[in-house]
């Protein structure tokens, strides 16, 4: 049996292709650091987004061995990790983004004292709806969703 | 059903849910280390190369 089941994490395509793209250009306008006008501070910011593309992992997964639902946010170093009891959840709901109803959704956890906690911020519904329904089938707990 | 009741509750009364997951100390972590960094690095390019 897997140790553990990802049921979202932040796409490693997007992360290799569009981090590695802008790290390669800030490496070689830093080469020719001495020799052109590209402003610093613009440098640095380019840097910035580059190295976060490239290298901040985010992922929310399902811990069988403890029986607890991880999300983690890494980048380099482990930045924060949230461990949640799986037999705390109550309930799991699947709510429309208030502003964009048709096109997004959030996975919100319920716990026994009516308390709501947002799992994964709002993304697109598909993913949402998948998030909540895996989470469902994996720990038995009843997702309700908004139709 | 009732054991599954039984073991829910004695953990999600002790339980308290967790802040939201960001705040400013989070973006500072992410945010200031590779500032600093290539700051700290442009400006020895500048000073050791020269322009």
Known sequence: MEKKTTLWRNNRFISWFFGGFILIVVAMNGYFLDTNDFPIPAWVALGTLGYLLFFARHEIYLDHEKNELVRRLRCFYLIKEQRIPVEAIESIELSQDKLQPRKKGAVNLIFANGKQFNLSGTSPLYKASKIARQLGELTGKPVKSFN | ?51
């Not at chain 2, 002790?14 to 200031?32: H, K, V």
């Not at chain 2, 600093?36 to 020269?50: E, F």
Request: avoid cysteine; charged fraction near 15%; charge should be positive.
């Open chain 2, 1 to 51: 059903m009732p054991e599954r009741q039984d073991n829910s509750s004695d953990t999600s009364r002790g339980f308290t849910p967790p802040p939201p997951f960001y705040n400013t100390a989070i973006f500072a972590r992410l945010i200031l280390p590779p500032v600093i960094g290539l700051s700290i690095l442009a400006l020895l390019i500048r000073y050791i190369i020269g322009a």
